[in-house]
Structures are given as structure tokens and as C-alpha cells.
């Protein structure tokens, strides 16, 4: 399974970096992406780092303010997310991806989920 960490509260302009742990297989063979979902919104790609070279895909939404990469040492792939909006607030998940980054992000399509974390941006 996909596990998701670091989640929290943080105020406007703060930072916050998700981690995404896999049990029972190992991560640095999947392509993965990060997703979320708001309230009443649908489900969002928004970063996806290649398996084979690391080459990684961003949401214009969240360009130049979130960083992915992952760490084959510990399994684990992070989202750094910096200089954090309101509008980021959501329930964050990772998924390992059979496709292309683009097509994982801009379709926002994933194929094993984590349970989520959430984040929310307030003062």
C-alpha cells in the first residue's frame, strides 16, 4: 500500500513537504504522482516524477512553488510545497502511474492510491 505523511495546518506563504512511503513493493520502479481534491472539486494532478529518469511534470497551478522528487535510499517520493495558498487547501494523495507524466497530470490519472493527507492554508 501507498502511504501519505506530513500534512497539516500552515498559514499563507508557509511550506509543507508530503512524503509518500509504499509497503509491500518497491517505489523506485513506478512512475508517481501526486494529486488532490477540495471540497465539491474534482480531483486534481498535479506533479508526477518518471521512474526511468526522474523527469518530472508539473500542474500550471502549482509551477515554480512545489518541488517533486524522490529518494530511492529511503522509497519514498516528496512533494515540497512552498509559498502555500488558501486555494492549496485539499486532501493531498499519491498513486503509482502506468503512463506518460502528462497524461498522469493533466488527466490526473493514477493507478494505487494512498489514503490521502490533508492540507489546509489558513490564517
Known amino acids: 500500500r501507498l502511504v501519505e505523511s506530513g500534512g497539516g495546518l500552515v498559514q499563507p506563504g508557509g511550506s509543507l513537504r508530503l512524503s509518500c512511503a509504499a509497503s509491500?513493493?518497491?517505489?523506485?520502479?513506478?512512475?508517481v504522482g501526486w494529486f488532490r481534491q477540495a471540497p465539491g472539486k474534482e480531483r486534481e494532478g498535479i506533479s508526477c516524477?518518471?521512474?526511468?529518469?526522474?523527469?518530472?511534470y508539473y500542474a500550471d497551478s502549482v509551477k515554480g512553488r512545489f518541488s517533486i522528487s524522490r529518494d530511492n535510499t529511503n522509497h519514498t517520493v516528496y512533494l515540497q510545497m512552498d509559498s502555500l495558498k488558501p486555494e492549496d487547501t485539499a486532501v493531498y494523495y499519491c498513486a503509482t502511474a502506468l503512463r506518460e507524466c502528462p497524461v498522469v497530470v493533466e488527466r490526473a490519472l493514477g493507478d494505487f492510491w494512498g489514503q490521502g493527507t490533508q492540507v489546509t492554508v489558513s490564517s
Open positions: 516524477i518518471r521512474h526511468t529518469d526522474d523527469s518530472t
Open positions: 509491500g513493493f518497491t517505489l523506485d520502479l513506478y512512475t
